[in-house]
């Protein structure tokens, strides 16, 4: 009936035989729908963590600590490895692609074999008995991919704990737990495990089924159980630090993951040195968990058999990728409405409307309706020269959008938007808005179900089309809300901010220059607005094309001094000199921000003379000077593209604006 280790060992594996006949099943087949790399393992594993933060005025610490094995001899005791070895080996001759066999052959073969801990301080810990239908143990252990959490948790679809199994070579996941609320008969610490493996037979006969347990023996004597349950007490405690996994005096979960490998790699062809995944996860843990870390909700300790890394509510500030969005954060409810600056901060809330949940959706707390007008806060920092270098300009004219748990679902392009800037900004919605030590306000609370909802399971993003789950609990109407709010909403507030700047500072012109007229874009817009009138030609006649070439915006034409002038038509020309910049374009025509110039050449297309063409100061603008009767040249300007994998239709419009010049003619 079962495969069992040695009767005398704390723990025993449990696989239940099925008859051989019966159809092949894969084992956890969620490994296969959820996106498998470093990155989303880390967030899935810190997002579940502040999930069960049990003591709300306190972090909750998560330590991940790598092991690599010279003598395993006490650890393959502990862990029963022959017969749960035996178990991998066969199943991985049935798995369909990489993963099983690849691991065993890697360890055959001599390579390294690694253990994961990822321990948790001021959690909950695995709540709930062997049998319970919505508890923490049905839906992390029994039946992992479900999910019991409800309302704004980030972790609501559950499917982020596969990603575990996924990451060990042997799919096999050990956990170890201090409950915060023991029930009856129970006494911490709970250890327990268990083991995703497709359907197999055993080589001295008998067929098993695809799933595993590691456990007390105990629950094999019960007819309703019949397979192994938690080990509890002491005995739990002594086995638990024979597998690497003792706890600390605190409530939480730790768990190993046997077989370490990295998910991306299941042919195990390139797996990562200690130093690689200690800055991978470090660098994952900080760019999508600083909210969290900032307001002091969460500690994240990181130990890669020596190489370590520590971030907290005094080192986040540190880490120079994310630095601007921390000081973005930091003043971000004290922000005026407008920048004063560079380093400077401004904000404001914009008007959120959502609907109510359906009444027969709301909890036994909530009142129906629930509530429908809130707020949503848009901040931005103006980057000091320093953020356009070095890792804080791989994210500028971003925005970090994240809600309650303090997890950034995404990093939207501005670009895409209309809003390329130097720039860094976030949007905070939901319960983030409240200061830290404050409660919440009940439309924040509700905004944040809202949006929980509007996340899909990988939780990278807000959405309201074909979001079924999200028309289920709440109104008709909920999928404009849903929409909106990354793009509509995000775009306004980011526009008050940046137009407000642009309207206070009005227009700058140097000394003992002239005011060149508007261009011709600028006319035509105006004559649609109101009667035409004569005017003075423009001082100079231009054209421009653009092009993607490579990873680089290419822009062509030709500038002269404009012969509809007629001192210029009727003299000879003796120099000119013209500053001109490229602006982004809302999509309703209104400026954004400056094209960085990098580089512009410019040819003498008519005329005699010599010419000169530069970008000014960090290419906010570029400069062609001429001596000499030339009356027209040909320019070619690189530009850098905004926005990564950027197609030019998604970036924005532009305009070619002369901001300065002068024609020297000889009367």
Not at 138 to 161: E, F, M, V, W, Y
Not at 365 to 370: A, L
Not at 377 to 382: D, E, L, P, V
Not at 400 to 416: L, T
Request: charged share 30%.
């Amino acid at each position: 009936m079962t495969s069992r280790g040695d009767a005398t060992s704390a723990g025993v594996w449990w696989f239940e035989d099925v008859p051989c006949g019966r159809s092949r099943k894969q084992g956890l087949i969620q490994k296969k729908t959820f996106s498998r790399d470093l990155e989303t393992f880390v967030r899935e594993i810190l997002q579940n963590s502040t999930d069960a933060r049990e003591d709300p005025d306190k972090p909750v610490k998560v330590s991940f600590r790598l092991r690599e094995f010279d003598d395993r001899s006490a650890f393959e005791e502990a862990l029963q490895w022959d017969d749960l070895f035996d178990h991998v080996n066969a199943g991985g001759k049935d798995q369909d692609g990489h993963g099983l066999t690849d691991y065993v052959d890697y360890l055959e073969d001599g390579g390294t074999f690694r253990i994961l801990i990822i321990e948790e301080e001021n959690g909950k810990g695995i709540q709930g008995n062997e049998e319970d239908q919505d508890s923490d143990y049905a839906a992390l252990i029994r039946d992992p991919g479900a999910s019991n959490k409800g309302g704004s948790t980030g972790g609501r679809h559950g499917l982020g704990s596969t990603l575990l199994w996924v990451a060990s070579g042997f799919q096999t996941v050990l956990f170890n737990s201090t409950l915060a609320k023991e029930m009856e008969d129970q006494t911490s610490p709970r250890l327990v495990g268990r083991c995703f493996i497709p359907t197999h037979e055993l080589p001295e006969g008998g067929c098993y089924a695809n799933d595993g347990w590691f456990g007390s023996e105990s629950g094999m004597e019960r007819e309703e159980l019949q397979r192994p349950e938690s080990i509890w007490g002491d005995a739990a405690s002594s086995l638990a630090e024979d597998l690497e996994m003792g706890r600390p005096d605190s409530n939480g979960t730790t768990i190993m993951i046997p077989g370490f490998r990295d998910p991306s790699d299941p042919a195990m062809d390139d797996q990562p040195s200690p130093e690689e995944l200690c800055q991978e996860f470090e660098e994952a843990t900080a760019d999508y968990f600083w909210p969290a870390i900032r307001a002091g909700d969460l500690e994240v300790h990181i130990d890669m058999c020596g190489y370590s890394a520590e971030l907290t509510k005094g080192t986040i500030k540190d880490h120079k990728g994310i630095a601007p969005f921390v000081a973005c954060y930091d003043q971000m409810r004290e922000a005026p409405d407008s920048f004063k600056g560079p380093g400077t901060v401004a904000k404001t809330d914009e008007e959120y409307t959502i609907v109510s949940k359906k009444e027969d959706e709301c909890g036994d707390d909530e009142k129906y309706p629930t509530p429908s007008e809130g707020h949503v806060t848009i901040a931005a920092r103006k980057a000091n020269p320093s953020d356009t270098e070095g890792p804080a300009s791989e994210r500028l004219g971003e925005i970090a959008m994240f809600r309650g748990p303090g997890m950034v679902v995404k990093y939207k392009s501005g670009h895409y938007l209309g809003h390329s800037g130097k720039y860094h900004a976030l949007l905070a919605a939901g319960k983030a808005r409240t200061p830290s030590g404050e409660s919440h306000e009940p439309d924040d609370e509700a905004i944040d179900d809202f949006l929980a909802m509007a996340e899909p399971p990988m939780h990278d993003r807000w959405y309201g089309k074909k979001n079924d789950e999200l028309k289920a609990k709440y109104e008709h109407g909920a999928k404009g809300p849903a929409d909106d709010l990354s793009t509509k909403i995000l775009r306004n507030g980011l526009s008050k901010i940046l137009y407000n700047q642009s309207r206070q500072a009005g227009s700058l012109t140097r000394p003992g220059r002239d005011i060149l007229p508007k261009t011709r874009s600028d006319l035509a817009k105006e004559e649609r607005n109101k009667s035409p009138k004569p005017t003075i030609p423009p001082l100079f006649d231009w054209k421009i094309n653009d092009e993607i070439v490579g990873d680089k915006w290419e822009f062509t034409g030709s500038i002269g001094p404009n012969t509809e002038r007629k001192q210029i038509a009727d003299n000879p020309v003796e120099g000119w000199e013209a500053t001109f910049e490229i602006v982004a374009l809302f999509e309703d025509n209104r400026e954004a921000d400056t094209v960085v110039i990098e580089d512009v050449d410019a040819e003498v297309a008519a005329g005699s003379g010599t010419i000169t063409a530069k970008p000014l100061a960090d290419g906010d603008k570029g400069h062609i000077e001429v001596k000499g009767d030339i009356k027209s040249s040909t320019y070619e300007i690189e530009a850098q593209l905004p926005g990564r994998q950027a197609r030019l239709g998604d970036v924005s419009k532009t305009r070619f604006k002369l901001k300065d010049g002068s024609v020297e003619v000889s009367s």
